[in-house]
């Protein structure tokens, strides 16, 4: 589904986050050493080659919330933005650390000129984090962001998961639509 708010598109797709062919950046759940792993971090390491580590480890480690940028290799994308998400129960506040990932994902993206950006959910799969409390943290982060934003234009939500796409798809409804 897609929905256009101050002239950005809120889209989410049921998919992998490593074929997005059309999207500028792509972010990764990233572990803090920023090496392979599994989950979303297995899928776009497999996908980007050998060189998207060798990029990353010296831009490491970070801490949960906190993002980094490297080229996007043998991926479609021309970036990849590298977020630490909190492990749920231990890095706590987790919503103030999750939150942190989007905006500072959005503000490296902002930065970079960069016009359209695809997240996984972070934190949801290894680290615990329960969708709809993560979910209503990504988009509230989103949302109060979207006055500020000069490039991106288009903001793209891949859910792994059916249910992962609905609990998405009813959240963007209620918090974007126009009253
Ligand atoms: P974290 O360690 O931050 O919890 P994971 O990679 O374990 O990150 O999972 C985050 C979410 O991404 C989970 O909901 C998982 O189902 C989903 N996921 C796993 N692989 C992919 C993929 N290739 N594309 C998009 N989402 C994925």
């Known amino acids: 589904m897609q929905i256009k708010v101050n002239n950005v598109s809120i889209e989410c797709v049921k998919g992998d986050i490593a074929s997005q ?16 792993g ?15 580590e060798k990029e990353c480890i010296p831009l490491g480690p970070i801490k949960p ?8 290799h043998n991926l479609p994308n021309d970036f990849d933005i590298h977020c630490l998400g909190p492990v749920y129960g231990n890095d706590k506040p987790e919503d103030k650390r999750l939150s942190d990932c989007y905006r500072n994902a959005i503000e490296l993206a902002e930065k970079h000129h960069i016009e359209s950006i695809a997240f996984p959910a972070i934190s949801t799969g290894v680290f615990g984090y329960p969708i709809e409390d993560a979910t209503t943290v990504a988009l509230s982060t989103i949302h109060s962001l979207l006055p500020d934003l000069k490039h991106l234009k288009t903001i793209r939500f891949v859910l792994f998961s059916q249910n992962d796409y609905e609990v998405y798809e009813s959240k963007i409804k209620l918090m974007f639509s126009k009253k």
């Open 38 to 52: 599994g989950g979303v971090a297995g899928a776009i390491h497999r996908a980007a080659g050998p060189e998207l």
């Open 65 to 72: 919330g906190e993002a980094v940028i490297s080229g996007g």
């Open 21 to 36: 062919p059309d999207i500028t950046a792509i972010v990764n759940a990233a572990n803090a050493q920023l090496r392979r």
